[in-house]
């Protein structure tokens, strides 16, 4: 069933910060990380005849993105990768039965673990953040995730410092709603 | 000291918090606002789930593009997305 359309006309507006968050999440390389997500939507549009409409757009750009991280990995052969073979594969015989035990104590998976919900609680607040009204999410962005000062964000978007901290208010109620349905 | 001066509306308070959250609040605000917590319930819970809401975007440690990335991408893929209109 096709419920979904395409419009790339949307995509960086829409899509681009969510891209993002979930790539530098996963390859903690800035640059890298825009080249990534820059990568996922020109594929994206070469491959918009292959969209069947059953995922939402952004699913379907997340499963783009998915293959370019792991291509990327493949491609440097990094550390992350070894560690992650060196799990897979270790068999160390004099320390039988107590398998269990190490592996759980193991730093690497506590990381792994972490790194995992960190980065589903950070798409929680893209999907929140994706229900807010355009200004309000661009203002919380710039406030919150950017860290900008008010009277940057106040010369750049032309508001005043009130408006900007009514905006955010709204913003952060509307959040905590979502996230508490979501989340907490 | 007017009562006016230590003794803020509720939506007074819930503005301070917001402000507290970006390390945005003065001293007597801070005060003003302790005091309103002590006794209101409303300013309680907003300050909670306030709290609980900035701690969960530190946790999550979020990021995102800023404006110059994002035009640079946006320009990237606008030229390509013309190729293909």
């Known amino acids: ?184 | 000291m007017k009562k006016s001066l230590l003794f803020i509306s509720c939506e007074e308070a819930q503005h301070i918090c917001d402000k507290r959250q970006y390390g945005e609040a003065t001293g007597w605000e801070r005060v003003k606002l302790g005091i309103r917590l002590s006794w209101c319930r409303i300013t309680q819970a907003y300050v909670n789930r306030n709290n609980k809401l900035t701690e969960v975007i530190q946790k999550a440690d979020v990021d995102c593009l800023n404006n110059d990335e994002r035009s640079k991408l946006k320009q990237q893929f606008e030229e390509e997305l013309a190729k293909h209109q």
């Open chain 1, 1 to 184: 069933m096709a419920d979904h359309k395409i419009d790339p006309n949307n995509w960086i507006n829409l899509y681009s910060d969510y891209l993002f968050n979930y790539t530098i999440s996963r390859v903690s390389d800035r640059e890298m990380a825009q080249d990534l997500v820059s990568e996922t939507f020109l594929a994206g549009l070469k491959s918009m005849a292959n969209f069947k409409g059953e995922a939402s757009e952004r699913t379907w750009l997340i499963s783009i993105l998915k293959r370019k991280i792991i291509d990327y990995y493949r491609k440097i052969n990094s550390n992350k990768g070894k560690a992650e073979v060196r799990m897979s594969y270790n068999s160390d015989t004099e320390a039988e039965g107590d398998w269990l035990e190490e592996r759980v104590a193991d730093p690497f998976d506590k990381t792994a673990e972490d790194k995992i919900e960190n980065s589903e609680l950070g798409d929680a607040i893209y999907d929140c953040m994706g229900k807010l009204p355009e200004k309000q999410a661009e203002v919380f962005k710039m406030k919150t995730i950017l860290g900008y000062d008010t009277e940057t964000i106040c010369n750049e978007l032309e508001i005043t410092a009130s408006n900007l901290w009514v905006i955010i208010h709204r913003a952060r109620t509307a959040l905590a709603d979502c996230m508490e349905k979501n989340w907490f």
